[in-house]
């Protein structure tokens, strides 16, 4: 379990080194608005990146006790509730936040009763209820654990708000008790903050409720599970894998990168009337099973047996927790995540620092072909009369009336910059992802037969690829417009200038696409046949539209990020054109007046080369700092 501690070490050593070359870099004026940008956002990924490993399972799997087994044991007793039945009833996530206090939040069901997702509650701190943590109390603790258990009955037409109770749908009819009540989950999410060791490093765990459950909570379908880096899908050695179980696996998870298949409970085929080889065998047989029934290796089904693990590791019987088999996939889970995981965050990086390089090398050259210029104008000054001196004197005067008149032209290119702007954000707006939001919700309304609800929505989401394409249109637009104004400065007046790189929305297209496929698998041709299913949709479509405004909500601020900083390296270059031309103006004005100043403007120019040359190896030394420390790799991982 110390891969997770290195990984955060290497992440603190790379921020250290990002945060020395900001330093300097500020200091030497080399940032301008987009390194600084850049630079923000690399070390805001390196602070909040978070692990988050999501354990799946139809009730009664074991998957609670495989929690309290991976990273609860130290506690000497269960923490998580786990016991026969189902004990997490609602969606469960342990976290480590430093600013909050040990707690509990818990977010009422009555809330499932409002058109907002779970995440649009996140930020609303009294909508949750708040227990504090003993952490002193591993007992009491325990205790509060059980919230995530709690349930309550409520009338049908309340479970009906709720999305939880459906009296046209078969598989609901049958929750309906003889006291005419429907039991629902007392809570709707539940955020546990403690300082476990792990989480402290930023692992995030998400508990799942039951199969069943996942159908009914859009938020772990659209977003939580999707989202999770590993996912461990648990089942149980003495059933296999159910019908219930396929139908998750293909819809909800799918074989891919962090995918993990659990075969718990083997001890349950520990037959003491046979052999050990026997035991294996059987072992191996429903191992074999599950793969195949799953479409997976038989190595990506790891058979362990989470409650011997807990007692192994309790009472310190370390040839139980052999027996458990739970070190193969504690090892399995880490030295798959981890390393993927920073892979990501590292090509990331290497990115940035690249951009990074490339603008300041740009500056550089810029600053070192000035010093040029202005000291060979200098060297030739040498033994001229003050005719040829005052000659001189005009020449940069009429530069610099040819500079200041390209500048009065971008004013206008500034106007046209500004109408493409307002353009861009009308078409991904988030006015105007509500719009879309509301007419389809008029049209579920509308809709009578659950068959009539797919159109509104397959609308919907067309529409809302159409303004990530016009608005790609118009970030392409003006990306053309800032080329050729560069351009033109280049040739003009021999600036080497560069543009940050075009904009690209093709991820959050790509997201939309991801949503929509979730909401075909869920609501197929076949499913929505199904009148009872359009309760369910309705309540779908709230998460839908919260992940939707969400990825809008993103593209809006790389929108206004990108366009903050295209102009800012032109507007640097501008800037330092500028001042070099005044400088340009006023030595030779000094060298006119007194002529005798000559060869200490000649001595400045050349020490000031030598400073530029100490600042590029001074920066190269950084540059390489930041790169060395990216490459670094974590030794337990390279060997594994």
Not at 541 to 568: C, H, P, Q, T, Y
Request: contains cysteine; glycine residues 6%; negative net charge.
């Amino acid at each position: 379990m110390l891969d997770l501690q290195q990984y955060a070490d290497w992440r603190a050593r790379v921020a250290q080194a990002l945060e020395q070359y900001r330093g300097w870099a500020q200091s030497a004026e080399l940032l301008d608005g987009a390194a600084e940008q850049r630079i923000a956002r690399a070390l805001a990924r390196l602070r909040d990146d978070r692990l988050s490993v999501a354990f799946v399972a139809e009730f009664s799997r074991g998957k609670s006790e495989l929690i309290n087994a991976i990273f609860f044991a130290d506690y000497g007793q269960r923490i998580v509730p786990s016991s026969p039945g189902r004990t997490t009833m609602c969606p469960t996530e342990f976290a480590w936040e430093p600013t909050v206090a040990p707690s509990i939040r818990l977010l009422p069901i009555e809330t499932r009763a409002e058109r907002l997702a779970t995440s649009d509650y996140r930020d609303v701190p009294n909508a949750w209820t708040v227990l504090p943590l003993d952490l002193s109390a591993p007992a009491r603790m325990h205790e509060s654990f059980l919230q995530v258990s709690l349930t309550r009955r409520v009338p049908p037409d309340e479970a009906q708000r709720y999305g939880l109770y459906d009296p046209d749908d078969p598989d609901l009819v049958g929750t309906l008790g003889a006291d005419g009540l429907v039991e629902v989950p007392r809570w709707r999410h539940a955020l546990i903050n403690v300082p476990h060791p792990l989480l402290k490093q930023g692992l995030v765990i998400l508990d799942t409720p039951g199969l069943n459950a996942i159908g009914t909570e859009p938020e772990l379908t659209l977003n939580l599970i999707p989202n999770a880096h590993a996912v461990l899908f648990i089942l149980a050695a003495e059933t296999g894998v159910t019908k219930s179980d396929i139908d998750v696996w293909r819809t909800h998870i799918g074989n891919g990168a962090g995918r993990i298949v659990v075969l718990n409970k083997i001890d349950a085929l520990w037959d003491e009337l046979r052999t050990p080889q026997e035991n294996e065998a059987a072992i191996a047989r429903q191992q074999h099973d599950a793969a195949r029934l799953l479409g997976v290796t038989d190595a990506q089904v790891y058979p362990v047996s989470a409650q011997k693990a807990l007692v192994g590791k309790i009472t310190g019987d370390y040839d139980l927790y052999e027996r458990s088999r739970m070190g193969a996939l504690e090892a399995a889970l880490l030295h798959e995540l981890i390393p993927a995981r920073q892979d990501i965050l590292r090509r990331q990086l290497q990115d940035d620092l690249g951009a990074l390089a490339g603008a300041q090398s740009t500056v550089l050259g810029a600053r070192g072909r000035d010093l040029v210029e202005q000291l060979q104008e200098l060297q030739s000054l040498r033994g001229k009369n003050q005719g040829v001196i005052a000659h001189m004197m005009r020449r940069v005067e009429m530069e610099k009336k040819e500079f200041d008149a390209s500048l009065f032209k971008m004013q206008g290119t500034r106007a046209v910059f500004a109408t493409l702007s307002t353009e861009l954000y009308s078409a991904i707006g988030m006015d105007v992802v509500q719009e879309y939001v509301e007419a389809v919700r008029a049209a579920l309304e509308a809709a009578r037969f659950s068959a009539g609800m797919r159109a509104p929505v397959r609308v919907f989401f067309d529409e809302v690829r159409a303004s990530l394409d016009t608005a790609q249109a118009k970030i392409a637009e003006i990306a053309a417009m800032m080329d050729s104004m560069v351009r033109r400065f280049s040739v003009e007046h021999g600036l080497a200038l560069t543009l940050p790189p075009t904009l690209s929305l093709e991820r959050y297209r790509r997201e939309v696409d991801a949503i929509e496929a979730i909401y075909a698998r869920q609501f197929g041709t076949a499913a929505l046949l199904v009148t009872s299913r359009g309760t369910l949709l309705e309540r779908f479509f709230d998460s839908i539209a919260s992940r939707v405004k969400f990825v809008f909500r993103e593209a809006n601020g790389d929108a206004e990020a990108w366009l903050k900083v295209i102009m800012a390296p032109l507007e640097a270059q501008i800037r330092q054109h500028r001042d070099q031309l005044r400088h340009r103006q006023s030595s030779i004005q000094r060298i006119l007046d007194a002529t005798e100043g000559l060869e200490q403007k000649i001595a400045a120019f050349e020490a000031a080369q030598h400073d530029l040359e100490q600042v590029k190896a001074r920066l190269t030394g950084l540059t390489g700092g930041v790169a060395q420390a990216l490459r670094a790799d974590l030794p337990e991982l390279r060997a594994a």
